[in-house]
């Protein structure tokens, strides 16, 4: 069964720095994605970065990026120069690309940037 | 371009009674999932459509029922309430079909307390 451990329920980071939150899964499936959604108190996840299981550099959008380490099994995110807008939960979650459809979450990292 | 619009945001429902949940997907979108997120959790996979058909089912009871329509919106349906079902229920919208890496989009959600 697929699972995504996020082992930090909340973080604090002073603004302009950066900051990595972890994500570690498990799968037996060799072909999937894994996506990093921000959620705002309005509730819409919003979607941030994906890396494919087997791509093999690093996903990167703008501030965000994703530290893939296949091996260990993990997805984690870092963001560059944290801005107060920032703040928010943060998921990450993993889809078999092959046979299911479904997203896999896990339990959250709620982030605040102080200023 | 209009995102995922979902409807209502929020709903006050008693123990027994039934709710619909109704969702409409980006332009050019043709598969639809629903989440529902309980207070302090990550989302958990619901149902999803793809092409007006089932496919996918995620761990609820019968009392969930979906339905997507021609026009690819889509309802959720759950009947006889219980003070659990009390959640922020997600749909997502996305291209869909198998081996796509391709995101969900998310709606902001319908906010449903049962009383």
């Known amino acids: 069964a697929q699972k995504i451990t996020q082992t930090q329920p909340g973080m604090f980071v002073q603004e302009k720095e950066a900051v990595t939150l972890d994500c570690t899964y498990d799968t037996s499936d060799q072909s999937y994605g894994l996506f990093w959604y921000k959620q705002p108190s309005s509730g819409e996840m919003i979607f941030l970065i994906y890396q494919g299981s087997y791509d093999e550099q690093n996903a990167t959008e703008g501030r965000y990026s994703l530290n893939f380490q296949k091996a260990r099994k993990s997805a984690n995110l870092v963001i560059s120069a944290s801005q107060l807008g920032d703040s928010a939960m943060y998921f990450c979650?993993?889809?078999?690309?092959?046979?299911?459809?479904?997203?896999?979450f896990g339990s959250g990292t709620r982030l605040l940037v102080r200023p | 371009d209009a995102g995922v619009t979902q409807s209502p945001t929020h709903l006050i429902k008693t123990r027994g009674q039934q709710v619909t949940l109704r969702c409409s997907p980006i332009?050019?979108?043709?598969?639809v999932s629903w989440y529902q997120q309980v207070l302090g959790q990550g989302p958990q996979f619901i149902f999803q459509?793809?092409?007006?058909?089932?496919?996918g089912r995620g761990n609820f009871p019968d009392r969930f029922s979906a339905r997507q329509f021609p026009n690819y919106s889509s309802e959720l349906n759950v009947n006889a309430l219980l003070l659990g079902d009390s959640a922020l229920y997600l749909c997502?919208?996305?291209?869909?079909?198998?081996?796509?890496?391709?995101?969900?989009?998310f709606g902001q959600g319908t906010r449903l307390t049962v009383v």
């Open positions: 979650a993993m889809r078999d690309l092959n046979s299911s459809y479904k997203l896999i």
């Open positions: 997502a919208s996305s291209l869909g079909g198998r081996g796509t890496s391709t995101e969900a989009f």
């Open positions: 459509y793809y092409e007006k058909e089932e496919r």
């Open positions: 332009s050019g979108h043709k598969s």
